[in-house]
């Protein structure tokens, strides 16, 4: 399995452009995750889906944040408009309930200026 | 509320040398796991080691081990050996369902390990 996929690896956009990241899950995980790690703020879990279904979407920061898994290999995290305080990376994760931990992909670095 | 306590910003230690790094928690679940990652200068998330609630022996894997205190609610990292190569962050981490009745994955601050020759 070629693990966790996110795309793209790095973005830079201007501030008021829309954003799409994007993560394919590991086949057969049932709990896909997506975090964002800042400095300041370390890692935050921003929404997790189970099944499909999103689960909590607390972590959430504002309405300019959204995430959507149409189906079970494929899962978008969108902000819109971005601002430079979005400035992160964003970390896309899948699992299934037991002892192997969480797997993680490779992050996609999103600058905001 | 569901809490991973990292106190430890940085730790450094000689190179051969054991090295503890320190996790505490705090959750009213009774079924819940513990787990460590290490995010390298590269920026990957790397799981190293797992430990159920309910596991009586504590977890071990190659030169990871987990000091499991359940009553003290602490899951500290022991490495032994230290090699260079284990300079990075680490991250200690909680699964839970919190009450909302799924399992989810929260993140202690992390603390940065510098291994010297």
């Known amino acids: 399995d070629a693990g966790v996929i996110q795309s793209p690896r790095h973005e830079v956009t201007e501030m008021g452009q829309e954003v799409t990241l994007r993560c394919k899950p590991i086949s057969g995980h049932d709990y896909l995750f997506w975090y964002r790690q800042t400095m300041m703020r370390g890692l935050e879990l921003l929404i997790y889906?189970?099944?499909?279904?999103?689960?909590?979407d607390s972590g959430m920061p504002e309405d300019r944040f959204s995430a959507k898994m149409p189906n079970a290999s494929f899962s978008t995290l969108k902000i819109q408009p971005s601002e430079p305080r979005d400035s992160a990376v964003y970390f896309c994760?899948?699992?299934?309930?037991?002892?192997?931990?969480?797997?993680f992909g490779s992050g996609t670095r999103l600058t905001v200026v | 509320a569901q809490k991973i306590t990292q106190t430890q910003p940085g730790m450094f230690v000689q190179e051969k040398e054991a090295v503890t790094l320190d996790c505490t928690y705090d959750t009213s679940d009774q079924s819940y796991g513990l787990f460590w990652y290490k995010q390298p200068s590269s920026g990957e998330m790397i799981f190293l080691i797992y430990q159920g609630s309910y596991d009586e022996q504590n977890a071990t894997e190659g030169r990871y081990s987990l000091n499991f205190q359940k009553a003290r609610k602490s899951a500290n990292l022991v490495i032994s050996a230290s090699q260079l190569g284990d300079s990075a962050m680490y991250f200690c981490a909680m699964r839970g369902s919190f009450g909302g009745g799924y399992n989810k994955l929260i993140f202690g601050a992390g603390t940065r390990l510098a291994v010297h020759p």
């Open positions: 889906f189970n099944n499909n279904v999103p689960i909590d």
């Open positions: 994760a899948s699992s299934l309930y037991g002892r192997d931990g969480y797997t």
